[in-house]
């Protein structure tokens, strides 16, 4: 019997997409997607669809 590897999970924190609300039932929003939720939004994409989120997109570095 085969396993499947972990998958690595998206860290949104780290996406451009990612942001906070000031809402207390739904403190974690996706711009890309555009919706809020209770949960990080890439839980809420993989346990929708099954999928990793596609709009990924990591934070620019800032300049020093």
Known sequence: ???LPPRKRLD????AHF???WEKAMPFGCRGHGFKSA???SQV???SS???C???QPKPV???
């Open 1 to 3: 019997m085969s396993q």
């Open 39 to 41: 949960q990080i939004p």
């Open 19 to 21: 942001y906070v609300t």
């Open 54 to 56: 596609l709009l990924f």
């Open 45 to 47: 994409v993989f346990s």
């Open 50 to 52: 099954g999928l990793d």
């Open 12 to 15: 949104c924190r780290q996406c």
């Open 62 to 64: 800032p300049r020093r």
